[in-house]
C-alpha cells in the first residue's frame, strides 16, 4: 500500500510539470535529456572505438540532439534575462 502511495505522489509530481504555472522550465529538462543522449552517442563511440569496431551513427541524428540542446537551452537562458528585465522594470515603476 505505501509503494501504491509513493507511486501515485511521484506520477503526480510529474504532471505537475505540464500545467502553466510551475517551478519546472520545460526547455532546461528537454534540453538536458537531449544531452544526456548526446553524451551517451560519445562514451558509446569511444567504448566501440577501444574495441576496435565502428559505431556508425547518421549525421543529421546528431545533428538533430545539438540543435536541440543549443535551442532549448539558449532560449531558457534568454527567458532568464528578459524575465528579469521585465521584473525589474515592474518594480521601478512602482
Given at each position: 500500500m505505501i509503494i501504491l502511495k509513493h507511486l501515485k505522489q511521484k506520477f503526480m509530481a510529474f504532471t505537475d510539470?505540464?500545467?502553466d504555472?510551475?517551478?519546472?522550465?520545460?526547455?532546461?529538462?528537454?534540453g538536458f535529456m537531449s544531452f544526456?543522449?548526446?553524451v551517451l552517442f560519445a562514451l558509446?563511440?569511444?567504448i566501440t572505438?577501444?574495441?576496435?569496431?565502428?559505431l556508425v551513427v547518421q549525421e543529421f541524428?546528431?545533428?538533430?540532439?545539438l540543435i536541440i540542446t543549443l535551442g532549448c537551452f539558449g532560449i531558457?537562458?534568454?527567458e532568464?534575462?528578459?524575465?528579469?528585465?521585465?521584473?525589474e522594470d515592474e518594480d521601478e515603476e512602482v
Open positions: 510539470m505540464f500545467k504555472k510551475n517551478d519546472i522550465n520545460e526547455k532546461s529538462v528537454i544526456a543522449v548526446m558509446a563511440d569511444l572505438g577501444y574495441l576496435g569496431k565502428d541524428i546528431y545533428n538533430s540532439f531558457a537562458g534568454i532568464k534575462i528578459f524575465v528579469k528585465k521585465e521584473k
